[in-house]
């Protein structure tokens, strides 16, 4: 098995790990949250403030999670059975982080360094591309136990793509595109596109879950991606992975 860093994933993962820790502290702390605007307004009282501060921090938390692994090597959207499995296929399971997924037979798995809190799986061709699957794994605080703590997932892919979209800046940035968002499984699918000035469309799909270990809560960013000129090739098969993704 490789390490993830031999495709670059290393400052990733640490990115990735450093917007939760940062969103999951603003969280917890936001009873202390003073609504200066509101304090004294009898319709709007600071325990309401506060609630609905809380409810915004865990959205930005799930929010953090899908965009920085973005910048891992994204995913598409096909409806395949379980049992759908055919040899040029195989099941990885990962019985300690206990999730499983499809991938193809000849694929590399690779992990980041992981430090028992944070940890990087990815799955790759062997040939240099950039398609490939990842799966970003964060420990969360008791308090988040279901992906509804974050928001009805709808909700959740739209203010997701207005956070990543930048096309209408001047001169503009990357345009992004909610195609799908459901939930199913016990976890949320969005799927979307990003595209840079003068760059070729990048094709997404984000899968979140939370499991518990037995110790603690922790969430599960699956994200699968491709170009527009290696869909024919990789389409399909990001597609499969990424349906079959099941926490076990």
């Known amino acids: ?21 940062s969103c999951l502290w603003k969280s917890r702390n936001f009873n202390i949250v003073c609504c200066k605007n509101n304090e004294r307004d009898s319709k709007h009282p600071p325990s309401v403030c506060a609630r609905k501060e809380f409810g915004t921090k865990r959205r930005e938390l799930l929010f953090q999670a899908v965009s920085a692994v973005i910048s891992l ?17 195989r099941v990885y399971t990962d019985e300690v982080n206990k999730f499983k997924i499809t ?17 990087l799986i990815a799955f790759y061709p062997q ?25 009805k997932v709808d909700a ?5 793509i207005g956070g990543l979209d930048r096309s209408w800046q001047r001169p503009p940035g990357v345009a ?6 459901k939930a199913a499984n016990g976890l949320y699918y969005i799927e979307y596109t990003l595209k840079n000035p003068g760059e070729s469309c990048r094709h997404l799909f984000s899968v979140l879950g939370i499991a518990d270990n037995g110790f603690y809560n922790r969430l ?9 000129e290696e869909a024919e090739k990789f389409g399909p098969i990001i597609a499969k992975a990424v349906a079959s993704f099941r926490l076990i």
């Open 1 to 21: 098995m490789a390490l993830v860093s031999s495709l670059h994933f290393n400052s990733n993962l640490h990115h990735f790990s450093h917007s939760l820790q």
């Open 73 to 89: 090597p994204a995913l598409t959207s096909v409806a395949l059975a379980d049992n759908e499995l055919v040899e040029d296929f």
């Open 103 to 119: 991938i193809p037979q000849d694929w590399q798995v690779g992990t980041g360094e992981g430090d028992g809190v944070r940890s």
């Open 127 to 151: 040939d240099t591309s950039n398609s490939n699957v990842s799966i970003a794994i964060t420990s969360l605080g008791a308090d988040f136990t279901r992906l509804e703590s974050f928001g």
């Open 156 to 160: 959740f892919a739209e203010n997701l």
């Open 176 to 181: 992004a595109k909610l195609v799908d968002s």
């Open 220 to 228: 599960y960013t699956l994200t699968g991606q491709f170009l527009d």
